[in-house]
DNA sequence: CTATGTAAACAAC
DNA sequence: GTTGTTTACATAG
């Protein structure tokens, strides 16, 4: 079984993984800039993932739930910049995949739509035209390794003065089969509705996602996300309670959508950067509450002795709030060979994260990466039998990380386990990877990266998931 | 029962 | 005090 990568992927950070390929709808498209990996990085050097299609491993990407090959599928297009769009249009929050709109040609021009299949060369090529602008500044921020794409005191310029809520992208849909969430669609049918009515009815993984679509690389910090509360909510209008930032952070924490990216330099005393995952973005947000406990209703039992229990849950949030913190100097001790992050002990994702995606034809079935979390990517966790240490993290020694921070999720096709092609190798009876099961688990206690066991990776992998996918950002899969 | 919001404990910084 | 994690609990549907 191979436990470690490659010495290539060690440090091969141009070994890249493009995010994808972003364009400012609305704005002309001579504007339009590739948006390379997060940390700015050319992707013309890259490591592509077409390339990586040997006619074995091509299969497995050819499966996407619209019928075209993931490979051919992920071209996106991506319209955060909004401030800086003269555009008369309002199309500052689209996200669009490639081959996967249906009826998103009602609300874009058909030039909105930059999505061809995405060859090898077109990559390269494309980082080679890049304009000035904005994201090439952005690009510069990263090359200094300091300045987060979304630092932005500015708080206007998460404001957009065209944007609409919600309502500039209708027909985008979620590719579950899911009803999206409930949200009020009546108020937001038109551009020009009524934000607070509309944000009043969102719950917080879905403004928090709104917030993220807007912002460059769909990441902020933690309180750049309160100011855009503040600015664009009704939740921060009580300003006697704090109530409202703390279910933020309990959304960011605790919703896969959002993923955290580790800052270098003195940004990092800000907290970590807080970016969609490239699900969230071909997907929407999931319920978070798909992410917390799967366990039934156990408030009987609990309510007998309240008092304890809820002083032993804020314990376990400090042991891993310690154990996340651990872990992150470790990293910043051994800098050397951890461009990855312990996926499971803290979900951040080193800010020179690459959303690498390891060749699948160099990696024999049984070692191909785990998702970082099982708190998203839960498709995938879906056929991945593992066991973790107490930590939560899947090891395979006294602190050696085994998987890279991204996985194949990196691929904006990451495929749906209920694919064959990953069903069979997931199908294996063999454990990918060894661990001592946490010691603290047991039936009593929510599923949780320790205690969940195969049936957190079932439970949340469940293709009828609840999806929000807003009208304005999210792509659409299905019909 | 699920989804959501909220409070709170706790640890790190 | 802020940030992040986790659990508990309440409530609406």
Redo the contacts with the bound molecule.
């Keep these: 079984m191979a436990t470690t990568f490659p010495d290539s992927h060690e440090d091969s950070p141009r070994e890249l993984q493009p995010r994808f390929q972003a364009t400012l709808m609305g704005i002309d498209e001579t504007d339009q800039l590739e948006w390379s990996s997060t940390c700015g990085l050319p992707l013309s050097s890259g490591y592509h993932m077409p390339a990586l299609h040997t006619p074995d491993s091509a299969a497995l990407f050819d499966y996407a739930p619209d019928g075209l090959p993931y490979n051919n599928n992920y071209n996106l297009t991506y319209s955060a910049l909004n401030t800086g769009s003269s555009s008369p249009r309002s199309y500052t929050n689209g996200l669009v995949l490639t081959g996967s709109v249906g009826n998103m040609s009602e609300s874009y021009p058909p030039s909105a739509y930059l999505i061809q299949p995405q060859k090898q060369q077109e990559i390269s090529h494309l980082s080679d035209q890049v304009p000035s602008g904005r994201l090439l500044q952005i690009h510069d921020d990263f090359d200094n390794q300091c300045a987060p794409m979304v630092k932005v005191e500015d708080l206007g310029s998460y404001d957009t003065p065209g944007y609409e809520p919600d309502n500039c992208l209708q027909g985008a849909s979620t590719p579950h089969k899911d009803p999206p ?2 949200s009020n669609d009546s108020d937001r049918n038109e551009c020009g509705g009524d934000d607070a009515a509309v944000d009043k009815e ?6 928090i996602y709104r917030a993220l679509m807007q912002s460059p690389g769909h990441m902020m ?3 750049d996300i ?1 100011n855009w509360f503040k600015q664009n909510t009704d ?1 921060a209008a ?1 300003k006697e ?7 933020i ?6 919703n896969g959508a959002f993923e ?1 990216v580790d800052q270098p330099c003195e940004e ?7 970016r969609l995952t490239d699900e969230a973005i071909r997907e929407g947000v ?5 992410y ?8 009987g ?3 007998q ?3 304890p ?18 872990l ?2 470790s990293h910043r001790r051994n800098e050397g060979y951890s461009h990855r992050s312990d996926p499971y002990i ?3 994702v080193p800010a020179s994260e690459y959303r690498y995606s390891p060749p699948f034809g160099s990696l024999p079935s049984s070692s191909m990466p785990y998702p970082p979390s099982p ?1 998203y990517n839960s498709e995938v966790d879906l056929c991945r039998p593992t066991k973790h240490d107490d930590f ?1 993290s899947t090891m395979i020694g006294p602190g050696l990380d085994l998987l890279p921070t991204r996985p194949y999720s990196a691929s904006p096709q990451q495929p749906l386990c209920t694919d064959p092609a990953y069903m069979v190798p997931c199908q294996s009876s063999e454990p990918l990877f060894y661990g001592e099961p946490s010691p603290s688990s047991s039936g ?8 969940a066991g195969g049936d957190w990776d079932m439970d949340v992998a469940m293709p009828t ?2 999806s ?1 996918v807003f009208d304005d950002m999210a792509p659409n899969y299905m019909h």
């Design positions: 969430m409930p969102q719950p917080y993984a879905q403004l910090i933690l309180r309160y939740k009580d309670t704090k109530g409202w930032q703390n279910s952070r309990h959304n960011l924490s605790m955290k990092a005393k800000k907290g970590f950067m807080w999931k319920s978070t509450t798909r917390r406990s799967k366990m039934p209703n156990k408030r039992h609990r309510s002795h309240p008092q229990q809820r002083q032993a849950s804020g314990a376990k949030g400090g042991q891993a709030a310690r154990r996340a913190a651990k992150k100097r803290s979900r951040s708190y939560g009593d206690e929510p599923l949780t990266p320790d205690s998931s609840t929000f």
